[in-house]
């Protein structure tokens, strides 16, 4: 039974097994004052249930020890994904989110900082909006963060070679330890630097699979996500052309989920090439002014690669 | 940071010798070996090189800036935070102000479209006074194909700022802003980036133009590995330019067809064509932009510039989000 793996008191968990509350999705569609006159129990205290409830749902999905890989072609969104990433981490706990700083580490110099802005912007909205439809019962929710304390929130490095890429890899250890509220930490893009200047092949290999390990180690130790963003080549296989991620085979290996992001048709879609828990599905997805958001309308495909 | 020597990162006296001993002299070379070859290269304990490379690499890491304060940084210290206005309404609404200073803003399109009208009208506009919605600088256009026209530049000018262009000697001046290179080659051109970069450094110029970048790279070689190769370093180093000047550039390519069986898809893809082959809608046209897909990943922003039937030209924004 879910609700038993909530960090609540014995007697909190009783209740809400007498009441009926035994999974997590009769909780999230229960509100405070329903909870609290079920339970017998005031207000305040079933609001702290709703949110323990909602916490521990968010970061069972956002939690790592893994490394996701999301590869795509030019123009897909792949930035855009890092920047929303670096802006959801932050959304606060009792509006279902992590509440954590973002490291994002840029190779390529793609971060576009009033994109960062918008994108917060859009967020608090969006939080605020949820909030109000969630909390109807309640007084008027404020959610708190700013879009400027978004932008403060994000830790920001400029990686300019390979050297400083393995450098910084290896540092984040220490940054992290003193930086503890960072949950996720983004590369954008993990194999830029390696593709040109690397001599020897297989020392290219070695070092990239221990950049991965360290990454591991990271997401491990400090209990947060690693997301990898990564280019795709044209690799031609089969007496056809294919789309691979770049530094293939060798790096592939070492992360622990990958996602591919594609154009279907005229449709971006995020499909799940590789994961220890869940199956093989896609899902589209559209990059708006606001952000990513679910797929919804007929947008037109720009027509050039 | 990268060819930082060993010997001034200030590691303890004994591991620093042993490193030097073994010819390992700059950062670099430390950092591209893994921490196992390292012990055994150096015959010391597993410990010893982890924190010696721990050490190096807190060195050697860039510092992080929070990017508010790289948003602050710009507002205050940067023309339009950071932008050059093209003056098209719709555009700099969804470009956050104008062209991006410190990345490469790339021009797609078939030919006769008005990319290099695009290059002088942008030219002219960095010209111009800040005063009026200029970058008030130098200009480099590396015009590969011959397509600069003065006298096309004065016309813009002419119409679009009277007041500036009727001035006495103003044309002139706007126009004397505007350097324009012709490479007749690729190696000319990689000459003449050294040029620029010196250019740069003394801080008067405020935007780069190529146009076009296709031309350089076609009739050098024939398909295959080589043009890629030389390509990357080119792009390398426009885009260092770009972000270490904080200027914006401004690079055209031209399209060319695709036949069929180039259309390029994941592997996972192919099963599910199979089946929509024949109800599939097709692309209207089957041009893709030059120069492949290593150069559409190095450019942060790609305008399309296409003809709908009967309106006027109409640019698609692609690379950050959709209209």
């Known amino acids: ?305 | 940071m990268a060819n930082k020597l060993i010997s001034e990162i200030g590691l303890p006296k004994s591991i620093a010798n042993i490193f030097a001993a073994r010819n390992i002299n700059t950062a670099k070379e430390a950092l591209s070996l893994t921490e196992f070859e390292l012990m055994e290269l150096l015959d010391v304990g597993m410990a010893d090189v982890t924190s010696a490379v721990a050490h190096i690499s807190a060195v050697v890491s860039p510092p992080y800036q929070t990017a508010l304060f790289l948003m602050e940084q710009r507002l205050q210290n940067e023309q339009f935070a950071g932008h050059l206005p093209t003056r098209l309404k719709g555009l700099d609404d969804v470009l956050f102000g104008g062209i991006p200073f410190g990345v490469l803003t790339e021009l797609v399109g078939p030919a006769g479209i008005g990319k290099t009208q695009f290059c002088l009208k942008i030219s002219l506009l960095a010209s111009l006074p800040a005063s009026y919605g200029g970058l008030d600088g130098h200009v480099i256009y590396i015009d590969v194909e011959s397509k600069f026209s003065s006298r096309r530049i004065i016309e813009i000018g002419a119409t679009s700022f009277p007041e500036i262009f009727h001035k006495k000697g103003m044309a002139q001046e706007m126009a004397g802003r505007i350097l324009v290179l012709r490479p007749t080659s690729l190696s000319e051109f990689t000459e003449s980036l050294q040029q620029i970069k010196v250019l740069l450094l003394q801080q008067e110029v405020k935007l780069l133009v190529i146009d076009s970048m296709a031309a350089l790279i076609s009739g050098e070689y024939d398909q295959g590995a080589p043009r890629q190769h030389s390509l990357g370093w080119h792009i390398s180093f426009v885009k260092s330019l770009a972000e270490f000047s904080r200027i914006p550039v401004v690079v055209t390519n031209q399209v060319r067809s695709q036949s069929r069986d180039e259309i390029c898809q994941h592997s996972f893809q192919a099963h599910k064509n199979v089946e929509t082959q024949e109800g599939t809608e097709k692309y209207d046209s089957h041009v893709v932009a030059a120069l492949g897909i290593h150069w559409a990943h190095s450019v942060t922003i790609r305008l399309v510039l296409e003809a709908k039937s009967g309106l006027d030209d109409i640019i698609n924004f692609d690379g950050k989000k959709m209209k």
Not at chain 1, 15 to 21: D, E, Q, V
Not at chain 1, 64 to 93: C, D, E, F, R, Y
Not at chain 1, 121 to 140: G, P, V
Not at chain 1, 267 to 277: L, Q, V
Request: net charge positive.
């Open chain 1, 1 to 305: 039974m879910e609700v038993c793996r909530l960090p609540l008191s014995a007697t909190q968990r009783g209740k809400l097994i007498s009441a009926g509350y035994t999974s997590l999705s009769s909780l999230s569609s229960a509100s405070a004052s329903d909870l609290a006159r079920d339970l017998k129990i005031s207000d305040g205290e079933a609001l702290e249930i709703l949110n323990v409830a909602s916490r521990s749902s968010r970061s069972d999905n956002a939690e790592g020890s893994h490394a996701i890989i999301n590869g795509g072609v030019p123009g897909i969104g792949k930035t855009q994904l890092g920047i929303q990433l670096a802006v959801n981490v932050q959304i606060p706990p009792h509006c279902g989110g992590l509440g954590g700083r973002a490291i994002y580490i840029d190779t390529e110099g793609s971060f576009m900082v009033e994109r960062a802005l918008q994108v917060a912007e859009a967020c608090i909205e969006d939080m605020s909006e949820y909030s109000r439809f969630l909390r109807k019962d309640l007084q008027t929710f404020q959610v708190g963060l700013q879009s400027k304390d978004i932008l403060e929130n994000i830790y920001y490095f400029r990686v300019c070679s390979y050297t400083e890429q393995i450098a910084l890899v290896n540092y984040l250890d220490k940054f992290i330890t003193e930086h503890r509220d960072v949950k996720i930490v983004i590369i954008d893009s993990i194999t830029f630097h390696f593709r040109q200047d690397f001599d020897d092949l297989a020392l290219r290999t070695r070092v990239l699979s221990g950049m991965a390990l360290k990454l591991m180690k990271v997401a491990k130790n400090f209990s947060l996500a690693v997301v990898l963003l990564n280019q795709v080549t044209t690799k031609h296989t089969e007496g056809s052309f294919q789309l691979g991620l770049a530094l293939g085979d060798s790096w592939s290996h070492s992360c622990t989920n990958r996602v591919i992001l594609y154009w279907n048709g005229n449709e971006r879609c995020a499909y799940i090439d590789k994961s220890p828990s869940l199956r093989s599905a896609s899902a589209p997805y559209s990059v708006t002014s606001r952000g990513i958001r679910n797929s919804t309308s007929n947008y037109k495909r720009v027509k050039m690669m």
